[in-house]
C-alpha cells in the first residue's frame, strides 16, 4: 500500500487525509481493491465450496499469506488479501467479514465462525478530518471467534481464547479463557490443547 499520505504512530496507520474531501488510500490501493471485488464477487464467491484450494490461489494471487490446508469458504468478506496472513488449517466460515485495512494475522488452526467481524478500522472522532485510523488485528493460534462476533482494531485474541457468539472484543483477550458479552468478559478457563494434537 502507498504510504504517501499516512503515518505510523505506535503500530497504527493514521491517514493524514481530510476523510470529506479526499480518499483515505492510494490510487494504486483502490484500483487493487477493484479489481478484487470483482475476482471476489465472481470467481471467488462462486465457486464451490469444497473448493478451497482455488479460493487460497486466488488470495494468494491478491498477496495473501497463506499456510496449509486453509478452509476459507466463498462467502467470506476480505477487503484487502494482501493484508491477510494465515497459519496452517485455518477456518474462516461463510458471511465472516475481514475488514482488514490493516493487517490480519490468523494463526494456526484459529476459527473464524459465520458472520463475525474482523475490524481493522476507525476514525479519529475528535478531529474534524475525520482521519482513518487503522490497527491490526491478530487471532492466534487454536483460537476461535464465534458466531456473530465483533472484535475491535488492533486487538489480540490469545492462543486458544474463545470469544463467545454476538460477543464484542473491545481489548486483548487472555490466552486458553473464554469470553462472552458486551463488552467481552473471562467467564470460565478453557482446556489447552497440546500442539502436538
Known sequence: ????????FRGERMSTS??????SFSFRNRLARAVWNLVQATLFR??????????????RLFGARLGSRCHIYPGVMIWAPWNLTCGDEVGVA?????????????????VISQGAHLCTGTHDYNSPAFPLIAKSITV????????????????TIGEGAVLGARSVAPRDLNAWAVYA???????KERQRHSSEA
Open 1 to 8: 500500500m502507498n504510504t504517501s499520505n499516512c503515518r505510523l
Open 18 to 23: 481530510d476523510t470529506y474531501t479526499g480518499p
Open 46 to 59: 462462486w465457486s464451490p465450496r469444497p473448493l478451497h484450494t482455488w479460493r487460497a490461489f486466488l488470495l
Open 94 to 110: 461463510d458471511r465472516a467479514i475481514l475488514y482488514n485495512q490493516a493487517p490480519i494475522h490468523l494463526g494456526t488452526r484459529a
Open 140 to 155: 492466534e493460534a487454536y483460537a476461535w471467534v464465534a458466531a456473530e462476533a465483533f472484535v475491535h482494531p488492533g486487538v
Open 181 to 187: 458479552g458486551s463488552p467481552a468478559a473471562c467467564i
